[in-house]
């Protein structure tokens, strides 16, 4: 009865294992001021999930605890979305309170496509691109982006910045799974418990 239980267990959670979210890739560098990532993962949620949360963007927080407040502050006719997010990072005790002013639009391929006003915000440049790969029921998430910050930091905090956004990014991505999937209410349940089943040398 006990071997039963045990291998019946066993399977359950090896269909859990193949089924879970997998973070294929996150890469952050610096060239020169701007900072370049490429992020690629596969989500266990339907494309049209993963798209309506990063299409909500009066409730941009939920993906990212840095982020305070997100509003979209106006509409275009050829359907250019203009959202306005303000944040607070720290790094150690250097804390900065930050505005980004964002058009997003849907190109003909469906990517979001992210392109920063700087003139309205706290960066000198920034791109970003969002491509959604539908593979059944699950969603290949590939992500883009290029980010020169406005302002000056002390170089060896600039330094750790790097470290600081690759955990808040893959914590964005865990925040986008467990909204998508829609299996836990405040997503204090991080994809399968943490790191454990992304592959640590791509993290």
Same mark, same amino acid.
């Given at each position: 009865?006990?071997?039963k239980l045990?291998v019946?267990?066993?399977?359950h959670?090896?269909?859990?294992?193949?089924s879970a979210s997998?973070?294929?890739?996150?890469?952050?560098?610096?060239?020169a001021d701007?900072?370049?990532?490429?992020v690629?993962?596969?989500v266990?949620a339907p494309?049209?999930?993963?798209?309506?949360v990063?299409?909500?963007?009066?409730n941009?927080?939920?993906l990212?605890?840095?982020?305070?407040?997100?509003?979209i502050i106006?509409?275009?006719?050829?359907g250019t979305?203009?959202? #306005?997010?303000?944040? &607070?990072?720290?790094?150690l005790?250097? +804390?900065?309170?930050?505005?980004?002013?964002? %058009?997003v639009v =849907?190109?003909?391929?469906?990517?979001?496509?992210?392109?920063?006003?700087?003139?309205?915000?706290g960066?000198?440049?920034?791109?970003?691109?969002?491509?959604?790969?539908?593979?059944?029921?699950?969603?290949?998430?590939?992500h883009?982006?290029?980010?020169?910050?406005d302002f000056?930091?002390?170089s060896?905090?600039?330094?750790?910045?790097?470290?600081?956004?690759? #955990?808040?990014?893959? &914590?964005?991505f865990?925040?986008?799974? +467990?909204?998508a999937?829609?299996?836990?209410? %405040?997503?204090? =349940?991080?994809?399968?418990a943490?790191?454990r089943?992304?592959p640590?040398?791509?993290?």
């Open positions: 009865m006990h071997r045990f019946l267990l066993a399977l959670l090896m269909s859990l294992s193949a997998q973070l294929v890739r996150l890469d952050v560098d610096k060239q701007v900072y370049v990532i490429s690629e993962m596969l266990d494309a049209d999930n993963v798209h309506a990063l299409t909500d963007y009066a941009q927080g939920r990212n605890a840095s982020i305070t407040s997100s509003k106006g509409n275009a006719r050829d979305i203009r959202v #306005r997010t303000r944040m &607070e990072n720290c790094i005790f250097f +804390c900065r309170n930050l505005q980004i002013v964002e %058009d =849907e190109d003909e391929q469906g990517r979001i496509l992210r392109s920063v006003l700087p003139e309205s915000s960066l000198r440049y920034g791109r970003a691109s969002w491509e959604l790969l539908s593979s059944g029921d699950r969603t290949r998430v590939i883009h982006a290029q980010l020169e910050r000056r930091i002390p060896w905090i600039s330094a750790i910045l790097i470290g600081t956004l690759r #955990r808040e990014i893959l &914590e964005s865990r925040s986008l799974d +467990c909204l999937r829609r299996q836990c209410a %405040d997503c204090s =349940e991080r994809v399968d943490g790191n089943d992304y640590a040398s791509n993290v």
